[in-house]
């Protein structure tokens, strides 16, 4: 009997293209990308959190300091007194961009198109994203505010 020896032709070896061949750390750099994704939405729903746990010391520091130590002069008009509650306001937009972020949102997606839920993902963390960096930069300028009325206050 013959004995027949097939050689590989052009057409069985797939074809990758120009893709470079894969790094000995690739492997790590995956599962790290995994690891991310995963945790992802548990680490800006921790630190939305903590930045309302930060948010609500401020307030009870700034309302003590209001209602205890008759910080706000007696004689102040009206717009000074309300000068003085800008940054609890300020605080309790910053609070309700946290509270945004903590809040789950039905999701229409198509469970069997991996890219529909790709790009649902990239995009409800990217809009949680921008809400927790606007609640920070609320909570910053209620601070700032914050701070430049004790001064005030402290300078009359």
């Not at 800008?86 to 469970?111: F, I």
């Not at 198109?113 to 927790?132: F, I, N, S, T, V």
Request: glycine share 8%.
């Amino acid at each position: 009997m013959e004995q027949v020896t097939l050689e590989p032709t052009h057409h069985d070896i797939p074809d990758f293209g120009d893709s470079p061949l894969p790094k000995p750390d690739d492997d790590l750099w995956l599962e790290y990308g995994r690891k991310m994704v995963q945790d992802g939405p548990a680490a800006i729903r921790s630190a939305a959190t903590s930045l309302m746990t930060g948010l609500g010391a401020l307030q009870g520091i700034y309302l003590g300091i209001l209602g205890f130590a008759k910080f706000i002069p007696e004689d102040a008009g009206l717009v000074l007194k309300g000068v003085y509650t800008a940054p609890l306001l300020l605080w309790m937009v910053a609070l309700y961009l946290c509270l945004q972020v903590m809040m789950t949102e039905a999701a229409d997606v198509n469970l069997n198109a991996p890219d529909e839920l790709r790009q649902h993902y990239a995009d409800w963390l990217q809009a949680k994203q921008g809400q927790l960096q606007t609640a920070f930069w609320w909570l910053f300028c209620g601070m700032l505010g914050a701070i430049g009325l004790v001064v005030l206050r402290l300078k009359l």
